[in-house]
């Protein structure tokens, strides 16, 4: 091929490199987005530092040979398209870093898209994500927080960090302070609009009501709303435009033709216009900012876990107050009975109970004594302990999970790519049509002041601020609903793609089963006691750490009565253990060593077929050369696991378990849970065969596992699950981490995440279809200012609105 070579190549998957990709960032971007457009193309990967493209396809649908002359077509029309101008030159050698921001400022999705375009265009940025809803901005680059922060004050913005949980909750101690200020902004221009449109409706020929509607609409334009004219004109400073722009435009113009009429009174003037558009936007975006605020609910509720201070034993044994970002690492911290722990720990001294739910999901108190580690923001109990510092800032679980959530709902989700591609072409084509309207109103002989109103209309109607909250609302509040319940969602791609799954494979222990065998039968023979063969099977287990030993031991606690040591003691690998205890000869094991021993077993023999037909390890006891009784020891499945796969049932999702235990074992507990399929005595590769064939088959796969044997399947699936603790599930690589272990929390999520889709795409539609509507609603004439304003208000509210009914 003319423009790459091929250099490696698989049945569905094929790599090439190409020239005119290396280091060509826009190239790679344009390639994979037309490459990703071909619905027998199922994955690209580019590095554009050595142009390399990896492409994953269907084959059938898509012979290679086709694929390769299509792939040399598209790199050839763009080595011949004219390369973008670059940009002023700047060092971007060193290492890369990723750095995030608060952004103050940004009142429509155009503001978001035009602060990442700005980023992207910076040649030390590597990619930069900019979410409207959360108002944040994600940068990862060779350029620091205080790059990025000049390139956003460059624009009229404000940037503040926000690395640490002290940092975030003065965040959101000035998103409360907004929501004060749009309210305050709000009611002064109701208060000073009232009689400008009770004057406007009069249609008088007063000099005297003429100046009063000047003197106050210019207060309203100039005054509660003059930070939508600072913005419009910060960007109109760099050659740029958003819905300010728009907006300042339209009220201004209006503000503007009306201006002569003060003197002379046949002149048509439209002071009640301009203050009526002003003071609708401004209610618009005081709603917007409370309703934004609720979907922002369960980061600013995780936020809030972290005390603002902690108390620090000193050198010589004072305690003394102090702010959490004082608190270093090593410090020795007291936590008293009712304080929420600082940071992260280990217990030095004392003991109490932790309430951990908001952590890890589970409602009850976790005990802890000296050596056992303690997360920062969690309620400490009736205790009071000294804990040494092992974590602060960034680095705490706590904090780990409000980045964790941060991430997820700062994803770009791929049906948004729609919405971008829109919003970003919006304002100069919203600007273009009103141009139009004014022009054809003119030349079809309307008044100037007609076309002008039309033209108006046209510039308020259009609203891409609903295009641009469609997406990041829903997803925020769906990734926060999921984290109040366990639910951790890595990538806001695994929540679109969590509701397309229709198939759901499943590990066996750890996941399906606790992962902890116990004793779930005991068959004791007459003539022996129960407590009496407790002693003797505690004392003879008591030097082994098989796990069947440990069950055994389990099984012993509770119903023991004396305390008994054994004499003599033997472990026999693979088989079971031999002693002497209160002068009686003791063998526990299986059936190979006792009938080496010359114990015959026929009269446990229908027992041990029982047994052995629901999966279930048989162990023996024999005594002085009698059998006396037969242990079923099991791996159990967790509480609420057969529920969690009828949930899954319910929601029409096949199950599957792929596990590395026998058939017997496998099938039984597949039949306790309800579960539809089993494959039996799998490695690592099987399950990851497994996935592969079912995803070849058409199926959408969901992947639970406990992460460590399961990496591999958990990689290949559409979502992996993993099983997780409180803490680390900052640490995960899965898209989605399940804390405590709780598998119902998988239906959930689930049925979240197909909630969260419907919720996006009645969003979209409602802001496309709005959009569809309003602007030739208002270019025909059918529309006067003051309603488009409006309804360009309550557009963007009725999205966000929508998203919240998640919370239900």
Request: proline letters at 4%.
């Amino acid at each position: 091929m003319k423009h790459f070579r091929v250099v490696h190549r698989l049945s569905r998957r094929i790599r090439v490199i190409a020239p005119p990709l290396v280091k060509e960032a826009e190239r790679c971007y344009i390639l994979e987005i037309l490459l990703r457009k071909h619905p027998a193309v199922k994955d690209v990967a580019i590095v554009a530092d050595i142009g390399s493209l990896a492409i994953r396809f269907d084959p059938l649908a898509l012979p290679e040979e086709r694929l390769l002359a299509t792939l040399d077509a598209v790199l050839g029309n763009l080595v011949a398209a004219p390369r973008a101008q670059p940009v002023a030159a700047a060092p971007v050698d060193g290492p890369v870093s990723e750095c995030s921001v608060a952004v103050e400022g940004m009142t429509c999705a155009s503001c978001a898209l035009l602060i990442e375009m700005k980023l992207k265009r910076d040649p030390r940025v590597r990619n930069a994500a900019v979410n409207f809803a959360a108002a944040t901005v994600t940068v990862q680059g060779v350029i620091d927080r205080d790059g990025v922060s000049e390139v956003v004050r460059r624009l009229g913005y404000e940037a503040r960090p926000m690395d640490t949980l002290s940092q975030r909750r003065l965040l959101v101690e000035r998103e409360k302070e907004r929501v004060e200020e749009a309210k305050k902004r709000f009611v002064q221009s109701a208060l000073l609009t009232v009689p400008v449109m009770i004057s406007g409706m009069m249609m008088h020929r007063s000099p005297t009501l003429r100046v009063m509607e000047f003197v106050l609409s210019s207060a309203i334009l100039f005054g509660s709303s003059q930070s939508i004219f600072k913005k419009a004109w910060a960007l109109a400073k760099q050659g740029e435009a958003n819905m300010d722009t728009l907006i300042a435009i339209g009220s201004g113009a209006a503000w503007v033709y009306s201006i002569p009429g003060v003197l002379k009174m046949h002149h048509h003037v439209y002071f009640e216009s301009a203050a009526g558009i002003c003071t609708f936007v401004l209610l618009g975006r005081y709603m917007e900012e409370r309703a934004k605020g609720k979907a922002s609910e369960a980061i600013r509720k995780l936020i809030e876990l972290q005390p603002e201070t902690a108390l620090r034993i000193e050198a010589d044994g004072n305690e003394r107050e102090i702010a959490i970002d004082d608190v270093q690492l090593g410090d020795v911290l007291r936590v008293r009975s009712g304080d929420k722990v600082p940071t992260d720990g280990r217990v030095l001294e004392g003991r109490s109970s932790i309430d951990e739910a908001m952590i890890t999901g589970e409602s009850l108190p976790v005990a802890k004594a000296p050596g056992d580690t303690v997360i920062g923001g969690c309620l400490n109990g009736n205790g009071s302990f000294t804990m040494t510092v092992t974590a602060i800032g960034g680095d705490t679980v706590l904090s780990g999970i409000v980045k964790l959530v941060d991430h997820a709902q700062g994803s770009k989700l791929p049906v948004q790519k729609l919405a971008d591609r829109i919003s970003a072409r919006f304002v100069p084509a919203v600007g273009g049509v009103a141009a139009l309207t004014f022009g054809g109103w003119a030349l079809a002989g309307a008044p100037v002041s007609a076309a002008l109103a039309h033209s108006v209309a046209v510039l308020l109607i259009a609203c891409p601020c609903a295009l641009g909250l469609a997406t990041p609302t829903a997803i925020m509040v769906g990734t926060g609903q999921a984290a109040k319940r366990g639910i951790y969602i890595r990538h806001g791609e695994a929540l679109e793609t969590a509701a397309k799954l229709t198939t759901v494979v499943f590990d066996k222990t750890g996941t399906i089963t606790e992962g902890k065998p116990v004793v779930t039968d005991a068959f004791i023979l007459p003539g022996m006691g129960e407590d009496r063969l407790a002693s003797l099977v505690a004392a003879a287990e008591a030097g082994s750490e098989h796990f069947l030993a440990r069950a055994l031991g389990e099984w012993s606690k509770p119903r023991l009565k004396d305390s008994l040591t054994a004499e003599v003691y033997a472990a026999h690998p693979g088989r079971g253990v031999t002693a002497r205890v209160d002068g009686l000869d003791i063998i526990i094991g299986n059936a190979a060593l006792l009938e080496e021993r010359g114990i015959a077993l026929t009269a446990l023999a229908d027992e041990a077929g029982r047994l052995a037909d629901q999966g279930k390890t048989p162990v023996y006891a024999a005594i002085d050369g009698r059998p006396v009784a037969i242990f079923a020891i099991a791996d159990q499945p967790r509480p609420g696991a057969a529920e969690a796969i009828a949930l899954l049932h319910r929601l029409g999702l096949k199950t599957v378990m792929a596990t590395g235990d026998v058939e017997a074992v496998a099938s039984h507990v597949a039949r306790e849970v309800g579960i539809d399929r089993v494959l039996a005595r799998c490695t690592p590769a099987d399950k990851l065969a497994a996935v592969r064939e079912l995803q070849a088959a058409g199926e959408k796969v969901g992947m639970i596992g406990d992460g460590i044997n399961d990496a591999p399947a958990l990689a290949a699936a559409d979502v992996g699950f993993a099983i997780g603790g409180g803490a680390d599930i900052a640490v995960e690589s899965a898209d989605i981490t399940l804390v405590g272990g709780d598998i119902a929390r998988v239906a959930a999520g689930i049925d979240l995440s197909r909630r969260t889709m419907a919720i996006i795409r009645q969003n979209l539609f409602w802001a496309l279809g709005y959009n569809v509507i309003a602007i030739p609603s208002a270019a025909t004439g059918r529309l006067n200012p003051m309603i488009a304003a409006a309804a360009m208000a309550m557009s963007s509210v009725s999205v966000v609105a929508n998203s919240l009914r998640l919370q239900r």
